[in-house]
């Protein structure tokens, strides 16, 4: 093929670029925090109650701690499979509990403000019960080796549900700083509503003094001696400085890249979007204009790429599929999911074992009887490039920690009915704006560039210096 033929081929490729993005996405993200509340409630361990929405689950872990004295009943299973690690799960609280503290209001004209409580108490009753002393917190309900060579639904389990805690001999820093800020969050929510229990939440979260957890803990008290500890110990904790590029359910420091690990990137995308949004408030709030060696970026600007990622989870992507099951009509059918792949004990009576059901279920090439709504998957690898199967856990393997972030980042997006989701010009990033403006590390990777670099190098490799320069 000749350069012209090439650069034929290039320009009908970018025609079908500009169309695509000319199509109109009436997105309904008020539908789409809906079915994420739905994923909790799929999630749920214990004694499920009687307004429980997500018929095909039972109670489950109904014994959690017993061996070890102590009641652990309750909380979430973390992903795919039923173990209960504290750390993604506090994060996940207080996920929830700053979206409704930022956007209570929108939250109730949404009328979801009792689906979002309920959703993060599931999780405070269960670390209120965890923290049985002032030293002590119990941090994780089962085991990961012998959990994931087992594949049973909830109600089934017969692995070992062995209980592992913190205490002064065996520390864990990083979970007592989560948990107190997922209490302190969740007081703060609360706190219109239930004043007896924001109270409780809050007597549990004054055990830890970790950034996170203090930084959440003078807002919910206004104590200046939490203020005092964050601005004293932010540098030697390694709270602040350009080297930090993630905020995640293991890394709290602002920042981050779009893509950042092949391994259920979306949790990555999903965090950042709403710390972007959350960002976008406090900025228009302010009235501050975040100025770069080659221009400034506006408070829209950075709501907009929130929206972009937004967008891409929901449908606007090279695949044209919703990585969040249940929303749309294109979404993943093989998801990696115990009990979204296995029939629900109310039509398969019998108990399903580790080997059948690696055999029966897992194997199966069948859709999974199951659809577990509100499920944000792993999602696509940097070229843009999914499987629906169910053995690839990277893709197509949810999370608590990565559907957690999609309340608030929904929430706000539907208060703006209309907005016209304007991404910044290509043109704009330079290189030096890396080093001078960290939120710029997150803007100019808007989807919508990556999406064009992907598509046009991997049809036709010999544009990839076409790329550089659009």
């Known amino acids: 093929m000749g350069i012209s033929s090439k650069l034929q081929v290039i320009s009908v490729l970018l025609v079908g670029l500009l169309a695509l993005e000319a199509v109109s996405y009436n997105f309904d993200y008020g539908n789409a925090m809906d079915k994420t509340l739905l994923f909790f409630e799929a999630q749920r361990s214990g004694k499920l109650p009687p307004n429980q929405r997500v018929k095909w689950r039972g109670d489950s872990g109904l014994k959690d701690g017993f061996l070890q004295g102590v009641n652990l009943v309750g909380g979430y299973y973390d992903a795919g499979d039923h173990v209960k690690f504290g750390l993604p799960m506090a994060y996940s609280l207080t996920m929830l509990g700053w979206s409704v503290v930022d956007y209570r209001k929108e939250i109730a004209d949404l009328n979801q403000m009792g689906n979002t409580l309920a959703a993060i108490k599931w999780g405070t009753d269960y670390f209120i019960k965890a923290h049985t002393q002032p030293n002590i917190l119990w941090a994780q309900v089962g085991d990961g080796d012998s959990d994931h060579y087992c594949w049973e639904r909830a109600e089934d389990m017969t692995t070992p549900r062995t209980a592992y805690k913190l205490d002064p001999s065996h520390p864990g820093s990083d979970l007592a700083g989560e948990a107190a800020a997922a209490l302190a969050a969740a007081s703060l929510a609360f706190k219109p509503y239930d004043s007896s229990y924001s109270n409780l939440l809050l007597v549990h979260a004054k055990q830890d003094e970790l950034l996170w957890a203090a930084a959440w803990l003078y807002r919910a008290t206004y104590d200046e001696y939490y203020l005092k500890y964050v601005v004293d110990n932010a540098v030697s904790l ?56 080659e221009g400034q970026v506006q408070p829209s600007d950075v709501l907009s790429f929130a929206k972009s990622q937004a967008d891409y989870i929901l449908g606007k992507n090279p695949k044209a599929i919703s990585y969040l099951v249940g929303y749309g009509q294109n979404y993943p059918i093989h998801v990696h999911h115990r009990g979204a792949s296995i029939s629900p004990i109310s039509v398969l ?102 999406f064009l670099s992907s598509y046009i190098t991997n049809t036709i490799p010999e544009a990839s210096r076409l790329v550089t320069i659009l």
């Not at 949790?267 to 900025?283: K, P, V």
């Open 238 to 293: 390694g709270g602040t400085g350009w080297a930090v590029k993630e905020f995640s359910w293991d890394n709290k420091y602002a920042g981050g890249l779009i893509y950042v690990r092949e391994w259920n990137n979306l949790q990555y995308a999903s965090s950042a979007a709403f710390l972007l949004a959350m960002y976008s408030d406090y900025l228009s709030e302010k009235k501050i204009v975040l100025t770069c060696p």
């Open 349 to 450: 009576h019998t108990a399903v074992s580790c080997i059948e059901g690696f055999e029966t279920w897992y194997r199966r090439p069948q859709a999974n009887p199951n659809i577990i709504h509100g499920a944000l998957l792993g999602g696509p690898s940097k070229t843009d490039d999914f499987s629906d199967d169910r053995s690839n856990y990277e893709q197509t393997e949810p999370t608590l920690s990565g559907s957690a972030p999609l309340i608030g980042l929904f929430v706000k997006l539907q208060s703006l009915s209309g907005y016209p989701g304007k991404l910044l010009n290509k043109n704009f990033i330079s290189n030096q704006d890396f080093q001078a403006c960290p939120v710029i590390q997150l803007v100019s990777l808007a989807l919508n560039y990556r």
